[in-house]
């Protein structure tokens, strides 16, 4: 299947990212890589993540500091 590139549109990622996982309520720091089409959403500056889970059925990746949520990077972030 040959992969469709979107403009993009920084509300319209945060509004998929909103949708496919739950995001806190704290301040968060957002970083697109256009090359790799993913985008990262670090919830915490103060803890650097020690293991990863992912979710690769919804194209998410969950980083954790212990059992603390500390980002999130979505695959594919133009094409959800």
Not at 16 to 27: D, F, I, K
């Amino acid at each position: 299947m040959a992969r469709k590139r979107i403009k993009i549109n920084p509300s319209a990622l945060l509004v998929s990212a909103a949708q496919r996982v739950e995001l806190p309520a704290l301040p968060i720091s957002i970083r697109y890589d256009a090359e790799a089409d993913t985008l990262y959403l670090k919830f915490r500056d103060d803890l650097s993540a020690n293991r990863t889970t992912d979710d690769l059925e919804k194209g998410l990746i969950y980083d954790y500091h212990n059992r603390t949520l500390v980002g999130v990077e979505l695959l594919a972030a133009s094409h959800q």
